[in-house]
């Protein structure tokens, strides 16, 4: 039922990473999803081909800025959550998803280059909100950070968009071996062989409370209460 | 990040009411007007655009054979001043084509065979 895009105006903020692990965590307790992969890299669908795909999750590529919405709402008759990941580029796919979406999901990391691109991404939302007269509910998630230490740019950047009442996702995805190792083996973080890939238990534990978050987010269909205090 | 994070051990997530749509998409926003504001938000296409087959600039005429021949310096001043008065009627606009030297070549052949003609050769 719910439509997930994951959008940055930049590559490298972590969308497919993050989208996989989310369509993995959901397909895993026996729920279809679906993996839109709308990035012309197709690295979801590479992901895809290689062994150890639950088995009620679907990848489709290949789609372009004119079967996109279309391609959206085929999935959503057939799968109860459609994740989208698209380019990390400002482009109007990112707007027809947009339209589209339960909720928004913006990856990025905790720098201040990348936070202004987030601030872009967030910008354009509002814009299409006024433009259609529609909410689209959005969060910013923290990607690739450090699961022992918060820099004081990641603060600094969270208590900005705090301030500027920019919805957070209480779960950063930290940066984590086993999140790469997906890509490079295939399947799911469940699936990974401890001699191979370190501290897989941690990146489970993480990928699991970013799943409930979602989850509850879409479940709740409101905006994330903004975080209280920023440590 | 901290605040309302659910915990991890709080695993049994109830994903039962999530189904599949059986409705009806709800009315969508114009694709010429998301198009639009993506523009105008600094979210453009990019999808490739096919670039148009580039028209030939010279249309095919089958003159591919040289003609190599020694005339004189008169014969050979008045046909370039032939050439050049065809060419300046080009600039002009008085005709639609710019004449090749071979084109020139072939016309005062179909001129001679004209007065051949004529002269019942």
Redesign the interface.
Known sequence: ??TISFAS?KGGAGKSTSAVLLATE?AQ????VTIIDADPNQPVLRWSRKPGKPEPLTVIGGV???TL?DVI?DT??????VIVDL?G????????AM??SDLVIIPTKGSELDGIEAV?VI??IG??ER??N?KIPYAVL?TQTNPAV?PRTLKSL?ADMLKQRIP?L???LHERDAYRAIFSFGGTLSGLKPDLVRNIPAAI?NA??F???V??M??RQTE??P????? | ??????S?F??E???T??????SQ?PA??P?E???R???E???????PVPTPTKAKRHPKTGRTVLLNARITQRAHDRFHEIVAAEHARYETGEIMHRVTLGEIVERALQALEREMKEEGR
Do not use: C, N, W
């Open positions: 039922m719910p105006s959901l307790r026996g729920t279809t372009s800025e004119e919405i709402d959503a008759r057939a799968t109860a959550f380019e580029t400002a482009s109007v796919m990112v707007a027809h339209t589209r872009k910008q354009f814009r299409q433009a259609y529609r923290f918060r969270e957070v209480g779960t950063a534990g699991r409370e799943m409930a978050e989850v509850t879409l479940t994330p209460m975080q209280a205090e920023v440590a | 990040m901290s605040g309302s994070r659910p991890i709080d695993s997530v109830d994903l009411s999530f189904r599949p749509k059986t998409s969508t926003v694709p007007t998301v198009r504001i993506a523009d938000s600094g979210f453009p296409s990019r999808a």
